[in-house]
């Protein structure tokens, strides 16, 4: 069983930056591309970024691009999400996820992926 836990959320002043880390248990996380999905309060699951299973590739929602960076490191198992110049309305509940197929491509879609932590809060004050 693959477990994903999620750190790094608080709050912080529009403008300000937080570093996301995800650590996934298990000896296959190199084999599996990750991503980065968000949800604010009534409002549906979205995807924020995605990085294939090398991190040789990376995809963004137009929303953070610019703004937010994701990367891995294979050897640690895990995955980080960088988010600078933040902005009110990037506060939400941001969960990391791992895709169902291994050595697949970058999915943007929430049932790509069939692994997902707990979640970790961002607040954004104006």
């Known amino acids: 069983q693959v477990q994903l836990v999620e750190s790094g959320g608080g709050l912080v002043q529009a403008g300000g930056s937080l570093r996301l880390s995800c650590a996934a248990s298990g000896r296959t996380f190199s084999s599996y591309a990750m991503g980065w999905f968000r949800q604010a309060p009534g409002k549906e699951r979205t995807f924020v970024a995605a990085?294939?299973?090398?991190?040789?590739?990376?995809s963004y929602a137009d929303s953070v691009k610019g703004r937010f960076t994701i990367s891995r490191d294979n050897a640690k198992n895990t995955v980080y999400l960088q988010m600078n110049s933040l902005k009110p309305e990037d506060t939400a509940v941001y969960y990391c996820?791992?895709?169902?197929?291994?050595?697949?491509?970058?999915?943007?879609?929430?049932?790509?992926?069939?692994?997902w932590g707990q979640g970790t809060q961002v607040t954004v004050s104006s």
């Open positions: 996820a791992r895709a169902r197929t291994f050595y697949s491509g970058i999915y943007s879609t929430p049932s790509e992926y069939n692994y």
């Open positions: 990085i294939n299973w090398s991190g040789g590739s990376t």
